[in-house]
């Protein structure tokens, strides 16, 4: 078992000039760091990498750059952390996902096994990751 070091849940609030908001939070995020041997083979030369999940956006905010917003501060608290790569997993099949992904820089490296998705019946994930660059450290 792995212990993790670092952990962060990152969260979207609504801007105070929409009134018609009756909740303050509109998205978040979680990104712990990592050392899972699995993912670090597609890093060269790194010891740890963030993992993000449970990326997620209330319903009537989504498509208005929340999300982006969120994986923009994932890099952010990367560069602050130290870290020189971000990892998540997304569906093979939920192309909206992938295509917010590869926007934010996120490259598809690898896939689950497929006796893991065969056998066990689960959707196939593909792993994505993204080098940060230092020009990623603020948000615009």
Known sequence: MQTNSMYAC??????????????????????????????LQ???????????????????????????????????????????????RAY????GAQQLYTNAGYKIVAGDAPWKTKWIGRRRRVLMIKQVSPESTYLH
């Open 10 to 39: 990152l969260v979207a609030e609504a801007s105070s000039d929409t009134p018609e908001v009756e909740q303050d939070l509109v998205g978040v995020v979680d990104a712990t760091v990592y050392r899972d041997s699995d993912v």
């Open 42 to 88: 597609h890093l060269p030369g790194a010891p740890e990498y963030i993992y993000i999940s449970g990326i997620a956006v209330l319903n009537k905010f989504r498509r208005q750059k929340v999300a982006t917003a969120l994986l923009k501060a994932c890099d952010v608290l990367a560069r602050f952390w130290g870290s020189e790569y971000l990892v998540l």
């Open 92 to 95: 093979e099949d939920d192309f």
